[in-house]
C-alpha cells in the first residue's frame, strides 16, 4: 500500500510547512494514520497520529504542529507552525489498523523538512 509523502522543504526558524501523505489501496478511514521523523543519527520519533477517535501529539510538536485527515481525499496532513531548527528531520507517514507504532504496517517514502536559524 503506497503512502506518498510530500510537503518538506527549507523554512526558516518561526516559520511553516505543510506536510501530506496520500494512500491508495486501501480503507483509508479505517487506518490510524500518523507522522514519524528521525534526524540523522537518531532514531526515529514519533510526532502525531490520528484516527477515528482520537488525536496524539508528542510533547516536542504539540502547541505548534496539527494532524488532519481528510477520508474523501485518502490524505493525511501535518500543519507544522512555529519551526524549530531542532524539528529538521526526514518526516514519514505510517498507516495502521492499530495503534501507530514504530513497527506500523505502512510507510511512506519520506520527506525532508530542514530549518535553518
Known amino acids: 500500500v503506497p503512502l506518498q509523502a510530500s510537503g518538506g522543504g527549507l523554512e526558516q526558524a518561526g516559520g511553516s510547512l505543510r506536510l501530506s501523505c496520500a494512500a491508495s489501496g486501501l480503507s483509508f478511514s479505517r487506518y490510524t494514520m500518523g507522522w514519524f521523523r528521525q534526524a540523522p543519527g537518531k532514531e526515529r520519533e514519533f510526532v502525531a497520529s490520528?484516527?477515528?477517535?482520537?488525536?496524539t501529539y508528542s510533547a516536542a510538536v504539540r502547541g505548534r504542529f496539527t494532524i488532519s485527515r481528510d477520508n474523501a481525499m485518502n490524505t493525511v496532513y501535518l500543519q507544522m507552525n512555529g519551526l524549530k531548527p531542532e524539528d529538521t528531520a526526514v518526516y514519514y507517514c505510517?498507516?495502521?489498523?492499530?495503534?501507530?507504532?514504530?513497527?506500523?504496517?505502512?510507510w511512506g517514502q519520506g520527506t525532508q523538512v530542514t530549518v535553518s536559524s
Open positions: 505510517a498507516a495502521d489498523q492499530n495503534p501507530i507504532t514504530r513497527t506500523s504496517q505502512y
Open positions: 490520528i484516527s477515528s477517535t482520537a488525536i
